[in-house]
């Protein structure tokens, strides 16, 4: 019976996360810390809101006094809490440095006062950079050589959390994973953003040719590699979480084709400052702790277009606000 401390649980990854814990191990308890900034939903939980196993605190992970509070009698700290869009990273990096490295050093520190609690940091693919065309996919030992804000600043966390096992001996792990998509995705990224366009009767805005090359992982494998690691994973190491290769305009067209679209509802526009080529792991590391994954792109895409077809409540808002960010930086980039 363990107790968990979940951060960024009204977020994408970690609201699937707590469901998927939850619902699996009926012993266990799951405290969500999140600011609740534009990208948390507390709705997404909305049906554990009268369980006794689940509370939340709306709190903030760079604030010493919110992490002390929420850590208390925790056992295991899962931190999923980050600035995760790398446009908005471009255009404000700072909010991504206090977030993601400091939010980060507050909670370890906090982990290493209060009883050397067990601590699994989120992280992503792309603290590792670009691969060409031909290149082999990274593994845990490849150098990390971000591109951008956002993944600077989950590098720079990546390294804080393995000083906090090699300096002080806390018991961590990292998961650096690819792409994520599914439901209660925020519409600003790609695979949700291009189907609520669809669903709304808008062309959807591919940068470039869609040439660029993104590895794809089913959000509940995900949560599954998370939970592999928790058990099996060994303290101190790295596990790199794959998926599967797609261009973007190869996801573009696997879109349309499920809403029975046709390509003249692709807008092809600007690309922007940086936008790294191609993504892709060697996760041979993680499989040998049993994981696999187990839902396959196609299908679980026509799964996902379904819940978005069926959720326009949850989305209509923030999807309008999206259109509006949209049309500011096309018209920053035109002028
Ligand atoms: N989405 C992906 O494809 C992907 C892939 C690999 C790794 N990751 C990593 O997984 C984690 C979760 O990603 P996501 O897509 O669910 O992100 P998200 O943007 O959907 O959710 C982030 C959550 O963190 C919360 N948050 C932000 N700043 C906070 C703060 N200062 N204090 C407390 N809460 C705060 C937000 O309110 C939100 O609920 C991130 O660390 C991200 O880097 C994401």
Redesign the pocket.
């Known amino acids: 019976m363990s107790k968990l401390l979940v951060?960024?649980?009204?977020?994408?990854?970690?609201?699937?996360f707590i469901r998927y814990w939850l619902s699996k191990y009926s012993q266990d308890s799951i405290v969500n810390?999140?600011?609740?900034?534009?990208?948390?939903?507390p709705e997404?939980l909305l049906s554990l809101e009268k369980s006794s196993r689940y509370s939340f605190i709306k709190?903030?992970?760079?604030?010493k006094a919110?992490v002390d509070s929420a850590i208390k009698n925790v056992d295991i700290v899962v931190?999923?809490?980050?600035?995760?869009?790398v446009d908005r990273s471009i255009e404000d990096p700072m909010?991504f440095i206090?977030?993601?490295v400091l939010?980060t050093g507050v909670l370890l520190d906090a982990c290493l006062r209060q009883g050397r609690k067990r601590f699994h940091?989120?992280?992503?693919?792309?603290v590792y950079g670009e691969l060409g065309p031909r290149d082999l996919p990274f593994n845990e030992k490849s150098p990390l050589n971000p591109r951008s804000p956002?993944a600077a600043s989950?590098a720079g966390?990546d390294l804080i959390v393995k000083t906090y096992y090699t300096a002080y001996g806390l018991p961590v792990t990292i998961?650096?994973?690819?792409?994520?998509?599914g439901q209660?995705?925020?519409s600003?990224?790609l695979i949700p953003r291009f189907i609520t366009k669809l669903l709304s009767n808008n062309k959807v805005p591919l940068m470039s040719e869609g040439e660029n090359i993104r590895s794809w992982?089913a959000?509940v494998d995900?949560c599954r590699a998370i939970d592999i690691v928790l058990k099996k994973g060994k303290i101190g190491e790295t596990y790199c979480?794959g998926g599967e290769e797609k261009t973007n305009l190869e996801i573009t067209k696997s879109i349309l084709k499920i809403l029975e679209k046709d390509d003249l509802w692709i807008d092809f526009v600007w690309n922007r400052a940086v936008n790294d080529f191609r993504y892709a792991l060697d996760d041979s590391k993680i499989r040998k702790l049993g994981w696999k994954p187990k839902h396959d792109f196609e299908h679980w895409l026509k799964d996902t277009v379904e819940w978005y077809k069926n959720n326009k409540w949850w989305w209509k808002k923030s999807s309008l606000k999206q259109s509006f960010i949209d049309f500011k930086r096309t018209f920053l980039h035109n002028n």
Request: net charge negative.
């Open positions: 951060t960024g649980g009204a977020g994408f990854i970690g609201a699937n810390l999140d600011k609740l900034t534009y990208a948390g939903h997404n709190g903030d992970i760079t604030n919110d931190h999923f809490a980050a600035e995760s869009h909010t206090k977030t993601n939010g940091h989120v992280s992503t693919d792309e956002y989950k966390s998961t650096n994973c690819a792409n994520n998509y209660y995705q925020d600003e990224k992982l959000v995900h979480v």
